[in-house]
Structures are given as structure tokens and as C-alpha cells.
């Protein structure tokens, strides 16, 4: 007879296993079962225990519940009695629909600075100094290169013609005037010179800030000079300045109170003269002692007047020769 399910679920106080639906061969035969395991004794009795496996497997298969039955339950599955619950299925696209995927939200964007803001015009300064910073360093490094070249023209020059001279030791056709004295410094004769140079630091840029040539000259007499009083110390440190060699007598009196003094002034004279590069202006300072007579001079040239024909005419001078430097500094 057909079976249908109770459509009251069970207590779930007193849980009991479901009946499971009898085998069509259970409803509709009994006797079979026992002569199945009649047969099944017979096996085991006569001891062949690979006929007795057989049949087993053979009840197993006909007699192991639901797996053996061939019974539609597809009506009582669909009626159990349980309430139908809805929502918790997920509803799949039809076939041949593609199911489109919306686009991400988009990012909000930044709010843009409105044209000609504080902010726009400060980076428009910025922008500016910062090039105007870049002429200026560029146009800083065009002038420093000019003056390196320029005195490394002059210690080069410098250096040749005090060895050339420092081997000749040629007379030197110029007359010193000390003071209001008739009888000048004369007859004097190169004796030894030499030049050198100094450079910036290396963070500087490293280029010749300095270049110094000094020499002296010397006469064969000698000259005598008598102050009294207080132009007793002035003489001397006058003398002292120029860098001139002298001796000095003095007389006091009981006291020992300077009355006077007598200098002697030997006939040398020693000359220092100084090319320095002047960075700030981008010009090259000429500092010079006892170079045409005795005392200090000072002068400017751009770097570009720096060439083999003002550095000829520097030697001129130097020798005491007819010379155009002065000329050559003033174009």
C-alpha cells in the first residue's frame, strides 16, 4: 500500500527516528525473507562462505531501506506539514542575461583653488624669486670663473718673470724720494723676488681669491735722517710702514726724556704688490706698496682688461721702463 507521511512533525521533546519506507518486496512478500535466509543457513552450514558473501551482498542490496526501494516520494516531500520559509534563497539572473556589475562610486574630488586665490598668486612669487635665485647664482658662477681665469693669468705671469729676473738681477731705473730729502733712493738692482697664490675654500668653489708678487731692490749707500721730539716716533713708524730697513740713535737727557734722534736708512726698498679678486663687484684690486714710489697705491680693473699686452706693461713698470700701464687701466 502507498505510504504517506504524517504532516505533524515529531515531539522534540521525545525525538524519535522518522519511519523509513518499507521496501516494496517487505510490503508485498514476506515469505521470501525466510527463504532467503533458509538458504542463507544452507551456505553457512556446508561451509561455502563465498556463496554465503554473495547472497548477503544480495540481501543488502534488496533489503538496506531507501537505497534499494525504487518508491516515489516526491509528493511526500512536498508535503511534510513544515511552514514554507521565504527570503533565504539567493535569486539568480536568467539564463542568457548577462547581470551588469554598477561602477564604483566615484572619489570625490578635491576642491580646486579658485583662479588668482592667495595661494595661486604666493606660488607665482615663489616661481619668480626662485628664478631670479638661478639668473643670480648662474650670473655669481659666470663672474667667479672670469676672475679665476684672469689671476691665474697674473700668478702665471708673476711667477715666470720673477724667475727670469731673480737670475738677470737687471738695475732697476727708478729714484726713491724719502721725505722732503734732494737726495733720492737711486742706483738700485733687482736682488730677489718671488709670487704666489691663495684660493677660496673648497665650498667656495675652490678659484683664486689672491695672487702677491713682492721683490726688493737694493742701492749701495745709505742715508741719514735726524728728527727731534715728538717726529722722532712718527719717522719711525713711517719707516716701519714702508717697510724700509734703518737704524735708529737716540739722545736723552738727564731725565731720560727722548730729545732726538738720528735714523740711518739703508738704500733697500722692498715692494709688495696684490691682485685681489673683489667677488661682490666682480672686479680685480691692485694694492701696491712702494711699487713707483714709496707709499701705497690702490686700483680697479675688470677682469677682462687682464691680457698679455696690460701684464707686458706691468713688467715695464716693474723694471722701471717706459710703460703704458696706466693707460691700459684707464680704458
Not at 130 to 145: D, I, K, M, N, T
Not at 161 to 185: A, C, E, H, M, W
Not at 217 to 241: H, K, W, Y
Not at 262 to 289: M, N
Amino acid at each position: 500500500m502507498p505510504f504517506k507521511p504524517s504532516a505533524t512533525p515529531p515531539d522534540l521533546t521525545d525525538p524519535q527516528p522518522p519511519a523509513l519506507p518499507e521496501s516494496p518486496a517487505v510490503v508485498g512478500d514476506t515469505s521470501s525473507l525466510d527463504a532467503d535466509a533458509a538458504a542463507l543457513l544452507a551456505d553457512i552450514a556446508s561451509f561455502d562462505i563465498e556463496a554465503a558473501r554473495r547472497r548477503v551482498q544480495q540481501i543488502d542490496a534488496r533489503y538496506t531501506g531507501i537505497r534499494g526501494t525504487k518508491a516515489d516520494f516526491s509528493g511526500a516531500a512536498r508535503d511534510l506539514g513544515f511552514p514554507d520559509v521565504t527570503g533565504l534563497h539567493t535569486p539568480s539572473a536568467p539564463r542568457g542575461v548577462v547581470q551588469e556589475v554598477p561602477p564604483p562610486a566615484p572619489v570625490p574630488e578635491a576642491p580646486s583653488v579658485p583662479c588668482g586665490g592667495l595661494l595661486e598668486q604666493l606660488r607665482d612669487e615663489v616661481a619668480q624669486r626662485q628664478r631670479g635665485a638661478s639668473v643670480a647664482s648662474q650670473e655669481a658662477e659666470r663672474l667667479r670663473e672670469g676672475l679665476d681665469r684672469s689671476l691665474r693669468a697674473v700668478f702665471d705671469y708673476c711667477r715666470d718673470l720673477s724667475t727670469q729676473l731673480n737670475f738677470l738681477k737687471p738695475q732697476v731705473g727708478r729714484n726713491y724720494y724719502l721725505l722732503d730729502s734732494d737726495d733720492p733712493i737711486r742706483n738700485l738692482s733687482w736682488q730677489e723676488g718671488y709670487a704666489d697664490f691663495r684660493t677660496r675654500s673648497t665650498g667656495e668653489g675652490g678659484s683664486i681669491e689672491r695672487v702677491s708678487m713682492g721683490y726688493t731692490l737694493r742701492g749701495p749707500g745709505q742715508r741719514s735722517l735726524e728728527r727731534a721730539g715728538g717726529a722722532v716716533e712718527r719717522l719711525r713708524q713711517m719707516l716701519f710702514d714702508l717697510g724700509l730697513k734703518f737704524e735708529c740713535q737716540e739722545r736723552r737727557n738727564r731725565m731720560r726724556e727722548l730729545e732726538s734722534a738720528l735714523f740711518t736708512v739703508a738704500d733697500e726698498i722692498s715692494v709688495q704688490v696684490v691682485w685681489r679678486a673683489d667677488f661682490e663687484k666682480g672686479e680685480v684690486v691692485v694694492e701696491s706698496r712702494n711699487l713707483e714710489r714709496l707709499g701705497f697705491v690702490t686700483f680697479t680693473l675688470k677682469p677682462d682688461a687682464i691680457c698679455p699686452k696690460l701684464l707686458d706693461e706691468f713688467g715695464r713698470l716693474v723694471l722701471g721702463r717706459e710703460n703704458r700701464f696706466r693707460s691700459c687701466l684707464a680704458r
